[in-house]
Structure formats: C-alpha cells, structure tokens
C-alpha cells in the first residue's frame, strides 16, 4: 500500500494570510495540522489546529512563531511501511514541494483497520471457499479458525467453535501431538462427528517458535469414489483395448494434430508396421520417410469429414482405408479414426459390385417403364388399352416440361392424370399447385393467379399477395376447366407461358417464374377457337402434348377394377365388410355412366352406406341404374306430364354429356330455351 492510497487532499494555508489576518479559514474538525505554503505555493512548514485559530485572534503575533519544522515530507508513490513508531504524520509533497495533502494518525489508523477488515474478509472467503475441511488452534489448543466444512461436519456454528479447546470438540484429534512434537503428519484416518476423514497435520511456526497447528482434511468417502471412478476407467480401457485389438479390420489413431496414438494387432499384421516404429510420430514425417504415399489422416484434418482413398505402405501394399474425424464439445478436431484393410481381399467383391452396376444400369429404362404401367394403389385403376396408353404417355411427357392438354368429359380423372405427370416429373417435393378456372369471377382469377401489389384495388391486403404462378414456382400449376377462362386473361396467361413471367396485378416489374403448365377441360376448344371463345395462339401453345381420357362407357374392362377398388376403400373407411353379388357388377358394366368415375364412386358409396345387408344386390341400386323407363305420375295432367318428361330428358342428356350446349345440340333446341327450361325445373347447379 502506498501513501496515495491514505493520503488526505487539504487546501494549504497561505503564510501571507496568517500575517495580515485576512479574514477566518474554515477549518475541518478532524484535521489537527495544516501545511502552510508561502506566496510561490512552496511549502514552509505545518501549524497546529490550535495554534492556527491563536494566529487568527491575534493578528498582531508573528505567524512564523507558530510554524512546526518537525513534520515529516514524502512523495505520493511512498509506501506505507515508512509511516511505522513515531513517524505518523506527514506532510506530501511533489518535486516542486508543492503540497498535494496530509497523513494524519487518524486517518492512518482508520486505513489499517479498513484494509485488516479487507483481509479478514478475504481470507475467511479464501478458507470457505476450499472443499477440504480447514482447522487452525493456537499454542494451547484453542480453535482459531474453522471454515465450513468442519462447521458442516461437526454440525456446530463458528461462532461456537473459535476459542474452544480441540480436544473437547474432536476428542481423537491428534492437534496436541503435533503442539507437543512439532512436526508433521499425513494421511491420518480420523472420525469427525459420524464422518471418516484422511487428515494431514502441520505445526505453525513463527520462526523457531510453535505458535499453534493446521489440519487439512477431506471427506474418505469422496476418495474412495475417486478410486473407485479410477477402477472403472481402467476397466473400460482394458475393455476399449481388447475391442481394438479384436477386429479383423486394422485401427489406426492420431490426436488432432496428425500425432499418432495407438494401432491394433490387425494394423500391424496388414502393413508389416509395428508399433514401436510409428507410435509418437507426426504424420507429415512418416510420409516423407515414405511408409505411406498419402495420408488420409492429413487430408481429415484438411477438410474435417469422412474420407476414403487407396494408400501404398512402404511402397508396395495397397490399401483401401477410411479416415474419421472426431470433434470435442467445442466442435475442434479431437481424434481421427482410420479404418484399414488391405485391397486385395476386397477385388473379388469390387468386380462382382461393377458388374451388378453394370446390370443395374442397364434394367433401370425398363423398370421405370414396367412401375409407370402398374396400377397404383389410392391413383390411376385401370386395365385398358386406352388407359394404358394414357398413363404411358404421360409417364414419357413427365420427363419434360412441354405443355399438356387433358381433354375429356368430367370425372374421367383428368386431375390424376396431371398429378402423376407431376410426380414422375418434378417429384413430389415440388409445388402441385391447382386451380378452376369455371369456379371464379375474371377479376378474382386474375388475382389468383397473377397476384397483386399492395394497394391495386379496394380490399387489397396492404403487404401484397404472390399469385398462384409464383406458389408454383419450379413446380407445376394445373389450371382445370381452361375452356372457361376469359378472353382478356388468356392473353396474360400466354404471355406468362412464352415469356416465363409474369406482372402482379398492380405491379411494374416482371416476376420470372419456373412452372410447368398443365391445362385440363371437357369441352372442345377447337369448336370454341371457331366461334371465336378461346384464342388461336393460346390453343396451339396449350396442344403442345394432347392426352385425350374416353369416357368410362367406352373403356368398360376398367369398370369391374373400380368397383373392387371403391368396395375395398370404403370398406376400410367405414369398418364394413360389404360384398357385390354378379348381377350389380352386371348393371354396373352396363350402365352409361355420363358422370364417369366420379359418378361411379358416389354410386358405390351409397349403396353402401344406405344398406343394411353385407351383400349388395340390385335392390340396393339407385332407381337411375335400375330402371332407364320414365312415367309420368299417375293422374298428371297432360300438361303436367309433358313438363315432367322434358325435365327427365333434360337432366338424362346433360348427365350424359355434362354441357348445356351440347344437350341444345342433341335435343335440336335453342340453348337459350334448354337453360331457361333447366332454371324452372331446377337443374341448374347454384
């Protein structure tokens, strides 16, 4: 400690003032002496606290009378150890002998105390602090110190311990031996309260003199777990060594650094290397003293992962070894583990490996082709030619991005269709994305499709929406029903298709995009380019790859899969166990079905879930399949009955051809009059 650290600033009195008596000084009560300082500020001398009110209440008095010569000075960076005996006051003073402030005893003294309470806090935190049991007793076997872990085990406060005899708290301690012979002892087994400790003891000497004793102790019990954690962890080396040692395979390690560790028998048996040559060496070394041609170990610690190569030891063994790093908790390379095993044992298996990559290569084009033809469960059923051609020309068409066209009447499947060109193409972790043209106004399909910018019309979200083209990005967008498209949007959707992007309703830039386009529609666009309901250049761009789906009236060898498949899944789902007599395959094969597919499932469906009886006959046939024959209800009037069978003639036509337009055709009746009839006998769908 230094006099800095004690040291008291105090403003000097100025000789000159003490002459003339200007005026009163404030004076500190505490302070009993003040440096007095002449008119270059240099220090002269001290005067009391006494003497300095004296000079003030007496002006006439010499002032010099009162100065005190006998005050020691000292530099700030002083240390403390020269205010001892009878120097404690003392004036400090830079090398100008400018006054930079006093030591007064008073202030000495409430230092040392502060600074003893500062150790005696340290040291008491320093003793608490250790894990072993501390006790210190004077030269008459008084307790002196006692830290927390002898409170602990004696079950006893501090404050109850310092200044009682050992002996009369630990009665076999061995304290007055050491008082008595003055010398150590280790590794004692004592009892402390109900626990076993392993005590070391050592007198306190003051040079030759014994001034009391020490004993550090620990708890056994933690030894003994110590010994017994050491016990189990030589087993698991002797067990790891013997592991090592039994592969067949050679083991070779190094630390992270490429110094090598330890080899196994097998290492030794394969390379011809024993272990004395190489344990304790750096990698680096033992290839330039060529044992080794490369080291994978080096090219591990490179790129920090798995790495296998081919390696030359000692120039003529050839071996095919795999190097593994291994990281600590702090993600730094720890070890690296090498696996060896000499090549030739492995030719015979590499040549087999290339034929059969041979052989898989070759079959890989047929069984593509064979899977892309068979039926999948919960997709396409089917057992027709057409089918067949169907799917497999999808399976080819998935294998690029050309545009597709799926005509057909509704419920053919034309949405399974598209799915499975996406799945064989772009896979199904890629974006499906599906939208109905028929099922939206112009101006939400646009939006749908194209997206919009923040603020382009009322009701708009504030941040924006992408649009169905940029959700499908790298995937595939299905646009279903794209004979219902208005005009002025197919002008943006060629664009989109030619250019591969597209503009946000509202928006200023272009958006490239990445999607496959895939179209769907029941009705005949060539007709419609005709009459001038769907653009020219629009048509061609969409008719690039044409996949036509005939309708299940002329494909009936499917029928009877369907039905097995229909039964079988709603089975499943309900928990039935229902079955299908002939005859209803027999109606069912028979029937026209205008809805198709769909139409044939929703059959399935309620006759299963409307009977009762585990078999279903043609009982339970909806009376549209059991009877084709319509009568008007008996006692209508004519007039009556004629409304009644243009409503059955109606909705039979349109059920079978599922258009409007195409009913006015059959039925050579003005479209106009069948959509107005339809409203009245409620066939429309709201």
């Excluded at 080291?295 to 593994?324: A, F, H, P, W, Y």
């Excluded at 419920?411 to 598209?418: C, N, P, S, Y």
């Excluded at 209803?584 to 028979?590: A, E, S, Y």
């Amino acid at each position: 400690m230094k006099i800095s650290d004690v040291m008291l600033r105090v403003q000097p009195v100025l000789l000159s003032t003490l002459a003339h008596g200007r005026g009163a000084l404030k004076l500190a009560e505490s302070i009993d002496f003040y440096p007095v300082v002449d008119d270059n500020h240099q220090y002269v001398g001290t005067i009391s606290r006494e003497c300095l009110l004296l000079a003030q209440a007496l002006p006439e008095c010499n002032p010099a009378a009162f100065l005190q010569l006998d005050i020691a000075c000292i530099a700030l960076d002083t240390e403390m150890d020269v205010l001892t005996g009878s120097l404690q006051k003392a004036v400090v003073l830079d090398k100008y002998r400018h006054v930079l402030g006093i030591v007064t005893d008073s202030l000495l003294i409430h230092t040392l105390r502060k600074s003893l309470s500062e150790f005696k806090d340290r040291f008491s935190t320093v003793i608490n602090s250790a894990q072993n049991g501390i006790l210190a007793v004077d030269s008459q076997g008084r307790i002196i110190i006692a830290n927390r872990v002898v409170e602990r085990l004696l079950e006893i406060g501090q404050d109850k311990l310092l200044g009682r005899q050992v002996a009369d708290v630990i009665p076999n301690t061995l304290m007055p031996l050491i008082l008595e012979t003055q010398k150590p002892l280790l590794g004692q087994k004592i009892a402390i309260g109900s626990t076993v400790v392993m005590a070391n003891y050592s007198p306190i000497l003051s040079g030759d003199k014994v001034i009391g004793a020490v004993s550090v102790f620990q708890d056994i019990s933690i030894l003994e777990n110590t010994s017994s954690e050491l016990t189990y962890v030589k087993g698991l080396m002797n067990e790891l060594e013997a592991i090592i040692n039994s592969s067949y395979d050679g083991m070779f390690i190094t630390d992270g650094q490429g110094v090598v560790l330890r080899l196994n028998r097998a290492y030794e048996r394969i390379t011809g290397i024993n272990a004395s040559e190489i344990i304790g060496k750096d990698m680096r070394q033992l290839v330039e003293e060529k044992y080794y041609d490369q080291s994978v170990t080096l090219l591990v610690m490179e790129k920090g992962e798995r790495i296998t190569i081919n390696q030359t030891v000692k120039g003529d063994r050839r071996l095919l070894v795999t190097g593994n790093p291994i990281f600590d908790e702090d993600g730094k390379l720890f070890r690296v583990v090498t696996n060896v095993r000499d090549i030739t044992e492995l030719s015979n298996l590499q040549e087999q490996l290339t034929k059969t990559k041979e052989q898989t290569l070759k079959y890989k084009t047929e069984l593509s082709h064979l899977r892309s033809m068979q039926m999948e469960e919960n997709e396409i059923i089917f057992r027709s030619r057409s089918m067949a051609q169907v799917v497999a020309t999808a399976t080819k068409v998935a294998e690029v991005d050309s545009t597709v066209l799926i005509t057909g009447d509704s419920g053919t499947g034309k949405e399974l269709i598209a799915k499975l060109i996406h799945k064989r193409g772009k896979g199904i972790s890629k974006p499906f994305i599906k939208i109905n043209c028929a099922a939206l106004p112009e101006q939400l399909l646009e939006s749908e499709l194209f997206g919009y910018e923040a603020g382009a019309f009322t009701g708009a979200k504030k941040e924006g929406k992408p649009g169905l083209f940029e959700l499908a990005h790298n995937g595939t967008l299905f646009l279903d029903e794209v004979g219902d498209m208005p005009l002025v949007l197919q002008v943006k959707l060629l664009r989109a298709i030619q250019e591969r992007e597209i503009m946000r309703v509202g928006g200023t830039r272009p958006i490239k995009v990445n999607v496959r386009i895939i179209t769907a529609t029941h009705q005949n666009l060539s007709d419609m380019v005709e009459k001038g309901g769907f653009r020219t250049d629009l048509y061609y761009r969409l008719m690039v790859v044409p996949i036509y789906l005939a309708p299940l009236r002329d494909r009936k060898e499917d029928i009877p899969l369907l039905i097995v498949h229909f039964l079988e899944k709603y089975n499943q789902h309900f928990g039935y166990n229902k079955t299908i007599c002939p005859q209803v395959f027999n109606k069912l094969i028979d029937y026209s079905w205008p809805g198709n597919v769909r139409e044939l499932e929703n059959v399935i469906e309620r006759m299963m879930v409307t009977s009762t009886d585990e078999e279903l006959t043609v009982d339970h046939l909806p009376e549209s399949l059991s009877s084709r024959h319509f009568l008007p209800k008996r006692g209508s009037k004519l007039k009556a009955a004629v409304e009644q069978a243009e409503a059955f003639l109606l909705g039979e036509t349109y059920k079978e051809h599922q258009s409007w337009q195409k009913v006015a055709e059959i039925l050579d009746v003005d479209r106009a009059t069948v959509y107005r009839k339809a409203k009245v006998y409620g066939l429309l769908k709201s």
